[in-house]
């Protein structure tokens, strides 16, 4: 009798310990950002909350809290996380190869993550390990001739256009000459003229890049001479 109830505890133990629920493991700010991050690879950052996280790890919200202060610091902890993975290119004497360069190496991290991009746009959370990467992009505009003002306008168009580029083809998001549209253009020759045909996919994101650029370094160019006219 005494045999059989140790074999049934015994039993029971080992199935106590298959269902032991994921919250068993321990807890730690790392492993609470992985599941943050593989939460929004698989639905997008909108799904992001403690909540939703703490349902991931299958553990209580509250108890995040004892490795994240906030929402805010976990969307810090998960950008951190890809702003390290960004390889830093070698510095460039040119500066509108050292702008590409490293506008090049962010976009490639953001296209792997695009669940990033909404919560950068957003202004909900930033990473003090981007600083070094936009400090020498502002220095390299600097260099190319802008100002304090114009380099800042200049910095925030690229980086907003890499962003756009970078959803665009992680979505792969269809533009309007789809074949199942073959009417659209009717009525528009400009447009027609334009776009009809064009795959939005063909040229890189680099090769449209060094284009935004030569034309920033163009205008930049003409107002020196411009300027030396004037004082001429």
Known sequence: MTR???????GESANAAQARPR??????RERI????VALAEREGGDALSMHAVARELGTAAMSLYRH????????????????????HPD???????????I??????????????????MRNDGTSRHMM???????????RLGLDTRSARETYIMLLFYAY???????GRIKSAEDAERPDIYAGFPAIQRTFAGWDAYAETYEANLRRHLRLLADRAAEQDADASDTFN
């Open 4 to 10: 059989t109830r140790a074999k049934r505890a015994d």
């Open 68 to 87: 994240v202060r906030n929402r805010e610091d976990l969307l810090e902890g998960m950008l951190d996380r890809v702003a390290l993975s960004i390889i």
């Open 103 to 120: 506008f090049v190496a962010i976009h490639e991290a953001m296209a792997r993550a695009p669940w990033t991009i909404p919560i950068l």
């Open 132 to 142: 070094p990467l936009i400090e020498r992009i502002l220095l390299a505009l600097t």
């Open 164 to 170: 756009g580029d970078a959803l665009a083809r992680a």
């Open 91 to 101: 510095p460039k004497a040119d500066p509108s190869e050292e702008v590409v360069s």
């Open 23 to 28: 919250h068993a493991e321990k807890l730690s």
């Open 33 to 36: 950002i992985t599941a943050a």
